[in-house]
């Protein structure tokens, strides 16, 4: 059973999410975040006609921001470690990591709105430039299944962050996107904790690394203090201009 399969892409996602720090974990838990899947040139947008009655459509994408995929190495480890478990690690097929032998993405979207090669979508966890390899209508009176049940992923809460605002970023925030609703945005990318398992700390030692932050969102950086541990709550301290770290001398 050795065969290869040559993908194109379709198309490729516009998003304000410019690397994984800062992108929702899943889509739909930021339903505020915004983005366009723009279809390749040379195909004709008439493959959205019909797609206007649709709420919702289901992406599949490929993970090329993954280092493996960069070095064109394949993944075989077949253990990963959700962030949600806080190190304990499941099948990769028991999850929805990044990191698997096909590095395929799927995320089910809400549709905004259709302009002739865009399809603008929210609810959005993908970085801008994702490749996108197929895009299916959510249908749903075969999809939806009310008798699910939730393996591992049900059974955990989400410690979520309380978040508030410095006098600095909310001035910041209304002068850079006036009454958007992307303070509601980066506000809750940030209840859900973007940090990295490692960075997360534990009571006696909160912060191992650091206790400021920045998220690239669009053009800006968000920048965040992690005040406290338990319960946990930051500050937004500022939004600025985001400086490519390679042009600072
Ligand atoms: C846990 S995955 C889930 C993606 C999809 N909903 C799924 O279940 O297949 C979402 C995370 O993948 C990362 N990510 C998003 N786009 C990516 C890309 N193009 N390449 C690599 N990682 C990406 C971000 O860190 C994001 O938070």
Redesign the pocket.
């Known amino acids: 059973m050795e065969s290869s399969f040559t993908f194109r892409p379709i198309g490729i996602?516009e998003s304000p999410?410019r690397e994984?720090?800062g992108?929702?974990?899943?889509?739909g838990l930021v339903e505020e975040s915004r983005g366009t899947i723009r279809l390749r040139d040379d195909l004709n947008p008439d493959a959205f006609e019909g797609l206007e009655g649709y709420s919702h459509i289901w992406a599949i994408?490929?993970?090329?921001?993954?280092q493996s995929?960069r070095e064109g190495r394949e993944t075989v480890k077949t253990k990963v470690k959700p962030p949600r478990l806080e190190g304990q690690s499941v099948g990769v097929f028991a999850s929805?990591?990044?990191h698997r032998p096909n590095?395929?993405?799927?995320?089910?979207l809400t549709i905004d709105k259709i302009e002739g090669r865009a399809l603008h979508v929210r609810g959005l966890?993908?970085?801008d430039?994702?490749?996108i390899l197929d895009l299916k209508p959510y249908l749903p009176s075969i999809e939806s299944k009310t008798d699910a049940s939730e393996g591992w992923s049900g059974a955990l809460t989400n410690k979520t962050i309380a978040v508030e605002w410095a006098p600095q970023a909310l001035s910041d925030i209304t002068r850079l996107y006036g009454n958007s609703d992307i303070r509601s945005e980066i506000e809750k990318i940030l209840n859900l904790d973007p940090r990295p398992v490692s960075y997360r700390g534990t009571k006696e030692n909160p912060d191992p690394y650091t206790s400021r932050y920045g998220f690239r969102h669009g053009d800006f950086n968000v920048v965040f203090t992690m005040l406290s541990h338990e319960p946990k709550k930051a500050r937004i301290e500022r939004i600025e201009p985001w400086a490519d770290p390679s042009t600072i001398e």
Request: hydrophobic share 40%; charged share 15%.
């Open positions: 996602v999410f994984k720090f992108t929702p974990r899943q889509p994408f490929v993970f090329h921001e993954n995929v929805r990591s990044p590095p395929i993405g799927l995320s089910l966890d993908l970085i430039g994702t490749p």
